[in-house]
């Protein structure tokens, strides 16, 4: 059967393209920074933030080891000093970006019973709005599962700075859920494998949950749900300036409501270039175990990096997934952190012939590029370059991957929400340059 509307579109396409293309020379003309970003890379500075910092370059303008802090403290003190090697984490960071300083033992227990008390959804939502038109992509799930909790909300109408708090902390409970029971509805009805859904229990943490409520067994080992919890740590929080806390912030300043305002941000988190990174960086490694043959070679390794950077290999975009990062040139702090517990986690698994892959990479790739481009700053691992792993290591499925993103995301989002409400008055609204032909 023809579908009429495709084929008008399709016809209709090379209008488009002739009618809405832009020469990038008016872009240099012009001095428009595309991105928001200027020709070295360095943001363009639309705001101000006390939620976080970013350093990549020393006071010199040189490339230097990135720092990344959380309301004042760097990553690394957080780890070395707050957030034991035996403890889960999560709740005190959660807590320390919501509300700007790290809690008592009291505090955190009565902010860990807050998340406990919200994360419960709706009577006969799962089976109504989850298990009904299960979808593939599970961030498309999770974001109309946020829009429909909107109709259950009385307050959806209130912007105050309370309401919009218990509307954050409602969403960052219920995260995992929406993540999980998406997956189990999509592997049900789609893929027809057995499902199960369990309920969260109130004695675990927020990482103990997801892979309690992920596996058929309920069972995991500490030191699992240890990694996991460092993960989602590390992709809570990364500046105002990325895609999505940008969304939130851009869609805050309109006035509209926490739901629609963090739809706004997962449909932003989405896109491959910001949170499907990590399923890149999976799928090249796919692809070198398909072409390397024998993959304890260091020199094998480098010759399909190699044959990658030409475009000869995986894509052909010549690109090293997990290879460099927009802000950070020297090192990404947060991948300085992560590597340890990759490690940790990849013996207790028995998956070092796998870990001899990344290490080959990290160690083999920035040299390689180096040579090969022309670039203003370094070139190192990035968070994502190690996380698709981890996923794998823990059974996650690769459909839960972006998910896993955002159900630490909401946190860092939920805290620029509440920044913009207290401190912005305007609505963001950036001027676009008008190069288009007056006809008349």
């Excluded at 200027?38 to 990549?56: A, F, M, P, Q």
């Excluded at 403890?87 to 505090?107: M, N, V």
Aim: with cysteine.
């Amino acid at each position: 059967m023809k579908n009429i509307l495709y084929e008008y579109a399709e016809a209709k396409k090379e209008l488009c393209i002739k009618n809405d293309s832009i020469n990038p020379e008016l872009y240099k003309e012009h001095n428009v920074k595309r991105g928001l970003r200027d020709i070295n890379g360095k943001g363009v500075v639309t705001g101000l933030t006390n939620i976080s910092k970013i350093i990549s370059f020393d006071e010199n303008g040189e490339p230097c080891e990135g720092r990344l802090w959380y309301r004042g403290y760097t990553l690394q003190s957080l780890f070395d000093k707050h957030i034991k090697h035996d403890e889960f984490g999560f709740e005190k960071t959660a807590y320390l970006l919501l509300f700007g300083q790290l809690p008592s033992e009291s505090e955190l227990s009565e902010f860990c019973e807050a998340l406990t008390a919200a994360r419960k959804l709706p009577r006969n939502f799962t089976k109504d709005v989850i298990m009904k038109a299960p979808s593939v992509d599970i961030m498309n799930s999770m974001t109309r599962s946020i829009l429909t909790l909107a109709s259950y909300d009385r307050n959806i109408a209130k912007n105050d700075i309370a309401t919009s708090l218990m509307q954050c902390i409602r969403l960052i409970a219920l995260f995992p859920l929406l993540a999980v029971y998406g997956y189990h509805a999509y592997n049900h009805y789609v893929n027809e494998q057995s499902m199960y859904i369990h309920m969260p229990d109130p004695a675990l943490s927020t990482a103990e949950n997801l892979l309690m409520l992920l596996r058929a067994d309920k069972n995991y080992s500490a030191v699992e749900a240890k990694v996991l919890d460092t993960a989602l740590i590390l992709h809570m929080e990364h500046g105002g300036g990325n895609n999505s806390t940008f969304t939130t912030r851009v869609v805050t300043s309109a006035g509209s409501d926490t739901y629609s305002t963090i739809a706004a941000a997962m449909s932003s988190l989405k896109g491959p270039k910001h949170g499907g990174a990590n399923i890149k960086v999976m799928e090249m490694i796919k692809d070198l175990k398909k072409h390397v043959k024998h993959k304890n070679s260091e020199e094998e390794i480098r010759e399909y990096l190699k044959q990658l950077l030409d475009k000869e290999a995986f894509d052909r975009k010549g690109l090293i997934y997990g290879m460099g990062h927009a802000i950070y040139s020297v090192s990404d702090p947060r991948e300085r952190i992560f590597k340890q517990y990759v490690e940790e986690l990849a013996h207790a698994e028995h998956r070092e012939k796998d870990l001899f892959i990344y290490n080959t990479i990290e160690s083999t790739a920035p040299e390689l590029i180096a040579a090969k481009r022309k670039i203003y700053k370094g070139v190192s691992p990035n968070v994502d370059f190690y996380s698709g792993f981890v996923y794998d290591m823990l059974g996650i499925p690769s459909e839960l991957y972006t998910a896993m993103f955002a159900v630490a995301r909401i946190v860092g989002w939920s805290a620029h929400r509440t920044e913009e409400l207290i401190c912005a008055d305007k609505i963001i609204r950036p001027a676009y340059l008008s190069v288009m032909p007056e006809i008349e």
